[in-house]
């Protein structure tokens, strides 16, 4: 029953794996509810109680984020996505997702020679003029080495574990059948919406595992960058890149994390919080294509007061459309126009089903206004973002994922900003930028395109016309016109009139089985039992089962509804 449930058996040892970590930080309950109780008994062998006193005394956050690390990196992934969802995750538990890192030794070169060789087409002593044996970062997906090139050039060589594809891939497995248990089996963690995350997950990871893929994202935002020289992208040397091995320009400087040795270097704070917030406007609201993991260990400042972006594996892409309303969202917050934020809003949570969306707008258009008259330095947009997604995850709403990964990208690149410049604010910097986009949309030239592109897609339809009109002649000459109709609850009230005439069969069977016992019971003759004709005997008792069953449906159904109008 597990295997069928669960998936085929080659996950299995994985899946015991899991629920023995689950276990020892403090879920066992959960992995109950979830029915893996007979799992749950073959993972004991996998279980490790050292220190799980200690353990049970630390906050469920802290346990779920130790559980992440030990998981590996499809764990550790899901806590860096699930650090992006404010609107679903109070500030305790984004706190923990946000220091998720994995903790993974280095491959040793060796073990690395033979997908090298492959992939390369050579040694890696022959290909490049000097090759590190020491790693000089590890991570889950990949190591990073540095290389030198024949021509000179010093260069990072990307490299991606081996196995690593087929563990992912085993993980992913399982949690997209976890999270259909949970939405299932646990309706608490339903907002929370586990298969979509999975989702998210899943596709954040194929990405990442491509190394190629995050060169073309890097040439793609160095293009968009080439009017901002101060934004420095490594250059990618193609001759020896591919899908498990990429190399790029090695990019020296200081890290963002080393803030203490800006002095020394001589570098201006001031001037790189505001390029690094002018470089992330233009990545968000004119590009639509930003750096989606912004950690300070991805920022390094340079020479002239430059800034380079490195490991562009996680983007985020925003449609014209997504951009528009973006724009409109961050004007409401900066202009106070608390209506336009509230429109935004409810148009990216969706239809707000079971939600008092009444409630829910006054709350937003509350918020805002107590921002009314406050000047622009006053103002912390990174932290009124993160407010307007905390009413939304009061209100159980969740947002789309492309954008709680903006406004997680936001929130960090704003707080590289203070870390800079405490008198850093990205309003000051924003508001121009914002209001020159507005402009440009409005400008003759714009406004031409537009009429342009809305003119060929009427065109396109109405060539389309006559051919969609015959099609549908057709299908009615032919008696295949089929016409859909879908009403709210209809299911529900076919499924009730059912139940109803089931009833009112049964009624009718008992009262036919009792007056035809009546009848028998008046004839002489026949088998009798316990003194009474048989088969009058019989009908009786079968039309007091009868009679009990319809009132046992009955009462039933009027608690279900009693239940229905309570809720």
Same mark, same amino acid.
């Given at each position: 029953m597990l295997i069928e449930t669960l998936g085929a058996a080659r996950d299995m040892g994985r899946l015991h794996a899991i629920l023995g970590v689950l276990i020892r930080h403090g879920f066992g309950d959960?992995?109950?509810?979830?029915?893996?109780?007979?799992?749950?008994?073959?993972?004991?062998?996998?279980?490790?109680?050292?220190?799980?006193?200690?353990?049970a005394h630390l906050p469920p956050p802290v346990q779920v984020r130790m559980a992440m690390e030990e998981l590996g990196p499809a764990f550790v992934k899901l806590g860096q996505v699930l650090a992006g969802r404010a609107d679903l995750f109070g500030l305790d538990w984004i706190a923990e997702f946000e220091k998720l890192h994995s903790h993974v030794p280095a491959v040793p070169l060796d073990a690395l020679r033979p997908q090298l060789r492959e992939d390369l087409g050579d040694e890696p002593e022959a290909v490049f003029a000097h090759f590190e044996a020491e790693p000089l970062a590890a991570a889950s997906i990949a190591q990073v080495h540095r290389a030198l090139l024949h021509d000179g050039t010093e260069v990072v060589v990307k490299i991606r574990r081996p196995g690593i594809t087929e563990t992912i891939e085993a993980d992913l497995r399982l949690l997209a059948r976890l999270a259909a248990l949970a939405e299932d089996q646990l309706p608490a963690l339903r907002p929370y919406q586990p298969r979509q995350l999975v989702r998210e997950l899943a596709r954040s990871l194929q990405r990442e595992l491509d190394l190629a893929?995050?060169?073309?994202?890097a040439e793609r935002i160095a293009a968009n960058m080439a009017t901002l020289p101060w934004i420095v992208v490594p250059r990618v040397h193609w001759k020896h890149t591919s899908a498990r091995v990429n190399v790029q320009d090695f990019v020296g400087g200081v890290p963002g994390d080393a803030l203490d040795r800006l002095d020394a270097a001589g !570098?201006?704070?001031? =001037? *790189?919080a505001r390029r690094g917030a002018q470089a992330v406007l233009k990545m968000i609201v004119q590009d639509g294509l930003f750096h989606a993991d912004p950690h300070p260990g991805n920022v390094f400042y340079l020479s002239g007061d430059r800034i380079a972006f490195i490991d562009f594996g996680m983007v985020g892409r925003l449609s014209q459309?997504?951009?528009?309303? !973006?724009?409109?969202? =961050? *004007?409401?917050?900066?202009?106070?126009?608390?209506?336009?934020?509230?429109?935004?809003?409810?148009?990216?949570t969706?239809?707000?089903?079971?939600?008092?969306?009444?409630?829910?707008?006054?709350?937003?258009?509350?918020f805002v206004e107590q921002y009314q008259g406050a000047p622009l330095a006053q103002l912390d947009l990174g932290q009124m973002l993160a407010d307007v997604t905390a009413i939304l995850r009061e209100h159980q709403l969740a947002l789309p994922g492309d954008l709680a990964l903006l406004i997680k990208a936001f929130i960090t690149l704003e707080g590289l900003g203070r870390g800079l410049d405490p008198g850093f604010h990205m309003t000051t910097e924003a508001l121009p930028l914002l209001r020159q986009v507005v402009r440009e949309r409005y400008q003759p030239r714009a406004l031409g395109r537009r009429a342009w592109q809305t003119l060929r897609r009427a065109l396109a339809v109405a060539e389309q016309l006559p051919h969609d009109v015959s099609h549908l002649l057709?299908?009615?000459?032919?008696?295949?016109?089929?016409?859909?109709i879908e009403l709210a609850h209809l299911r529900r009230v076919g499924n009730q009139i059912d139940r109803a005439a089931n009833r009112l069969a049964m009624a009718l069977v008992i009262a036919a089985l009792i007056i035809g016992s009546s009848i028998v019971m008046t004839v002489q003759g026949g088998p009798t039992l316990l003194g009474l004709p048989l088969f009058g005997f019989l009908g009786f008792v079968g039309a007091v089962l009868g009679g009990l069953w319809l009132v046992r449906a009955i009462w039933r159904s009027s608690r279900r509804g009693d239940g229905e109008d309570q809720a």
């Open positions: 959960t992995v109950r509810r979830l029915g893996l109780g007979d799992a749950l008994e073959r993972a004991g062998h996998a279980l490790n109680w050292t220190h799980v006193a200690d353990l893929s995050e060169c073309r994202n !570098l201006n704070r001031q =001037l *790189l459309r997504r951009r528009e309303e !973006l724009l409109t969202l =961050l *004007l409401g917050l900066v202009e106070n126009q608390p209506q336009a934020v509230a429109d935004v809003l409810l148009d990216w969706g239809d707000g089903h079971g939600v008092n969306l009444a409630s829910l707008e006054t709350e937003i258009e509350a057709r299908n009615a000459r032919r008696g295949k016109l089929q016409v859909g």
